[in-house]
T-cell receptor
């Protein structure tokens, strides 16, 4: 079945540094990937839609200069949290539709980011 | 404003009973609705999708209903087992053809042996 791999699974960084999170579709191509953020005991909040070969589409309230998204190939999207601050500490999850436009999403296992 | 609400933050039931979870939405016109399971520290896993023209969908011990008039979906797990304990999320996409899903608040189900 369709698998989405996310790396790293957890990362601790110092305030002011940048962190890159990778999301790969392992056995299918994904022209679109989605990045979510989840705070403890809360639901997933869609941050942005990553589009292969073009600019990402950000949801309202998400700073595009803060959360840089690059979708350089049909199997890889990256999210870079720039100049991280403690309030950026969260669980970041990527996903991709496996096949058709209306298909369910396959999620990575998330990245736990802790900014100290 | 748009909202997706799952009426119980947490639900405890006895093993063998049927768990019923509710998802209500406002100011959306979804073409379909999906249910996911999420275990702690993991990404959600897809369970079922139901389209706006379908009233009910079944998969093994799972059943989903979709009432576009009431703007509500019900998710049932029959003959529940402790292994069913997890957080269950409903999700929908605005309009037809969109994959960018918006998720409900989730219900944490605990099945007591």
């Amino acid at each position: 079945g369709a698998v989405v791999s996310q790396h790293p699974s957890w990362v601790i960084c110092k305030s002011g540094t940048s962190v890159k999170i990778e999301c790969r579709s392992l056995d299918f191509q994904a022209t679109t990937m989605f990045w979510y953020r989840q705070f403890p005991k809360q639901s997933l909040m869609l941050m942005a839609t990553s589009n292969e070969g073009s600019k990402a589409t950000y949801e309202q309230g998400v700073e595009k200069d803060k959360f840089l998204i690059n979708h350089a190939s049909l199997t890889l999207s990256t999210l870079t949290v720039t100049s991280a601050h403690p309030e950026d500490s969260s669980f970041y999850i990527c996903s991709a539709p496996a096949s058709s436009y209306n298909s369910p999403l396959h999620f990575g296992n998330g990245t736990r980011l802790t900014v100290t | 404003s748009q909202k997706i609400e799952q009426n119980s933050e947490a639900l405890n039931i006895q093993e063998g009973k049927t768990a019923t979870l509710t998802c209500n939405y406002t100011n959306y016109s979804p073409a379909y609705l999906q249910w996911y399971r999420q275990d702690p520290g993991r990404g959600p896993v897809f369970l079922l999708l139901i389209r706006e023209n379908e009233k009910e969908k079944r998969k093994e011990r799972l059943k989903v209903t979709f009432d576009t008039t009431l703007k509500q979906s019900l998710f049932h797990i029959t003959a529940s087992q402790p292994a069913d304990s997890a957080t269950y999320l409903c999700a929908l996409a605005e309009g037809g053809g969109a994959n960018n899903l918006f998720f409900g608040t989730g219900t944490r189900l605990t099945v007591i042996p």
